[in-house]
């Protein structure tokens, strides 16, 4: 994976951003987020990273696994203050009761705030978890 990593990064500097590259997080045995830190209720809601990722942080990697016993269910980022409705990662189950994942790079302001939202279901499963950044 970290070659695909290293791809958007040299794109991603020839372009002008991410100044110093990525910093990887280090241990990810543990999550930042678990399913009781979501509201499921297909709102947008803040997801706050300011006490893990650096203020001067342009875009964050995330981890996020879900599972759910109905595959009618989504649950979505985005940066905060994105107003283009289609610029967003989806992690959507594709059959019930078996862990999916997404690796999500998204945006990031100095406030450290990030937008989800995750529809109405029956989530069995939630986590996620901040792998890195870009400076």
Known sequence: MQWLFNIIEEKMEAAGFLKTGYVA???HSTYDFLIGDF???N???DLDLSGIVPANAQAVHLHFI???NTIEVVARLRAK???YTKARCVL???VAGINIALHAIVPIRT???LNY???VGDWTDLKLTVRGWWL
Request: hydrophobic share 15%.
């Open 25 to 27: 997080r280090g241990d």
């Open 117 to 119: 939202q995750i529809t």
């Open 66 to 68: 879900g599972q759910s």
């Open 39 to 41: 509201t499921i209720d």
């Open 81 to 83: 203050y994105e107003t």
């Open 43 to 45: 709102q947008w809601y």
């Open 92 to 94: 959507r189950p594709q």
């Open 111 to 113: 406030d450290g705030l």
